[in-house]
């Protein structure tokens, strides 16, 4: 190990009341996209990354992304943070991205603690909403930084920074300037690295290499102009609901089948080589189960599991817009309802070809029905699958800094869910992308008490300052 890192790791022990102060400040701000009201905050959280940035002596650029309409309101996009620091032509590039927003969260959904504020549990549990998602991991960048400037270490690599605040409300606008700043503020990128994710279990880190991508459908039911009384109209007429659980219920069986005809024909076929990585990740059924606190797990095998989560598609029922869901008793017949599903999809599945494949599906099972209402079936939004090579010199980077800060070889996985951005990055600067998780699998992203153990807070500040000092290697 070099002195320069053995510093560096000491320097994190010694101030991690510090950083995880820094943790609490930023958790303290709700950075809520999806909630218009938040808004303002969203964009408070942008000007103190803005601003940290230039602390620290980086380049920075907020990008703009113009207006969204929100329950009738124009309300202004949160803007991306742009940042470079250094640029040395004799050193690799990194560009890091991660994004600043959080899921919605307030104490009666079930929370133990105030979820914008951060808990310090004594079981080094640090509690609150972003703690892992994604605020701990893009603070852990910045203080990594620091760290070398407080120090007096050489940054071995120069750096640019993309940290947008849609990523939990559909990226709006990221896309664009990805590919406009490809020439621009992002040139002369080497290597792209996300922090996004999360280890497949507790005890090991691991590198994700592949991402399901998620294709999100409505089935619009439509019958009469009104919604009508049970008790007059109750066998009368075609009702858009049972029309519309009828078709719902021919998408997917109770042990995860899809039942759309063609759609396994487009996955990629499993080789002996790939089937044998699963038995060799650390992965175990009861741990998920125990997370889950439900034994509901359709597969008994671990291997399995880790299949149906990482390389093969999936059909997950969502929710019906229009229904009566309130407690009490409502004997309403809605006039029109929309159910929604998605397909999580994998190489090589075209996003055209399923698309076909489902809407003729759904049109032919309604005509099955019977029913006099009217059908639109539409695909709403789309996002890609992803898959790279684990032998990419950024993934062996990756890999040796694990070894370097865990002692241990991470679990290579393919992540069951999606991070569009990952595709528009590598596809637009042409440089390979690596996900290097900081957070545990019980971290509980999007759920109540959300959280992120201090082991992987601090560990994962010094993974990243190993990570570019593999990359300076290259």
């Known amino acids: 190990m070099s002195d320069s890192l053995e510093k560096l790791y000491k320097y994190v022990e010694d101030n991690k009341q510090y950083m995880i102060d820094q943790l609490r400040e930023v958790v303290a701000i709700p950075s809520v996209s999806a909630e218009s009201g938040k808004r303002s905050e969203v964009i408070r959280m942008g000007h103190w990354l803005r601003d940290r940035l230039e602390k620290l002596g980086a380049k ?19 803007p991306v943070v742009l940042g470079q620091y250094g640029s040395d032509p004799n050193k690799k590039t ?42 701990g991991p893009v603070l852990g960048w910045l203080l990594c930084l620091e760290a070398h400037q407080k120090l007096g270490l050489d940054v071995p690599v120069n750096l640019k920074f ?61 019958g009469p102009s009104a919604d009508l009384h049970s008790g007059v109209f109750g066998g009368v007429v075609h009702e858009p609901m049972t029309a519309l659980i009828s078709v719902m219920s021919k998408l997917v069986d109770t042990n995860g089948k899809i039942l759309i005809p063609g759609v396994y024909d487009q996955v990629e076929a499993l080789t002996p080589e790939e089937d044998s990585l699963y038995n060799a990740i650390a992965f175990k059924n ?15 095998s671990e291997a399995d599991v880790l299949k149906s989560r990482m390389r ?47 809407i003729d599906y759904v049109e032919d099972e309604f005509k099955k ?22 032998n990419n010199p950024n993934f062996v980077a990756g890999a040796n800094a694990i070894k370097r800060i865990f002692n241990i070889q991470p679990d290579f996985t393919r992540e069951g869910g999606s991070i569009p951005i990952t595709l528009t990055f590598e596809e637009a600067l042409k440089a390979n992308v690596l996900l290097l998780p900081m957070g545990a699998s019980n971290d509980g992203a999007h759920s109540t008490n959300e959280k992120l153990d201090q082991f992987n807070f601090l560990n994962g500040i010094k993974l990243f300052g190993a990570y570019w000092d593999e990359i300076s290697k290259l």
């Not at 929370?111 to 892992?132: C, H, K, M, N, S």
């Not at 029109?336 to 999809?345: A, H, M």
Request: glycine fraction near 10%; aromatic fraction near 10%.
């Open 60 to 78: 920075t650029k907020l990008a703009e992304l113009g207006n969204q309409e929100v329950d009738g309101k124009t309300i202004p996009l949160p």
């Open 94 to 135: 990194i560009t890091i991205y991660g994004h600043y927003d959080v899921q919605p969260a307030y104490k009666s959904d079930g929370w133990d603690t105030e979820p914008f504020t951060l808990v310090q549990a004594e079981d080094g549990r640090l509690i609150g909403r972003g703690a892992t998602d994604d605020k």
């Open 162 to 222: 993309c940290f947008e605040g849609m990523e939990e409300s559909g990226s709006d606008g990221l896309d664009d300037l990805i590919v406009r700043e490809a020439d621009g503020w992002l040139k002369g990128t080497d290597f792209t690295c996300i922090s996004d994710d999360n280890w497949l279990g507790t005890e090991r880190p691991c590198l994700t290499y592949g991402l399901r991508g998620n294709n999100y459908y409505h089935i619009e039911v439509s």
């Open 286 to 300: 009861s741990d998920m189960t125990k997370d889950l606190q439900f034994d509901g797990l359709i597969h008994d």
């Open 312 to 358: 093969y598609p999936s059909l997950s029922l969502h929710g019906i817009e229009g229904a009566f869901y309130s407690p009490g008793c409502k004997t309403v017949i809605p006039s029109k309802v929309i159910g929604k599903f998605s397909i999580r999809t994998v190489p090589d599945m075209d996003i055209d070809t399923l698309n076909k494949l489902v």
């Open 369 to 390: 029905v019977g029913s006099k209402c009217s059908v639109t079936v539409s695909c709403i939004h789309s996002g890609r699958w992803w898959y790279s090579s684990p």
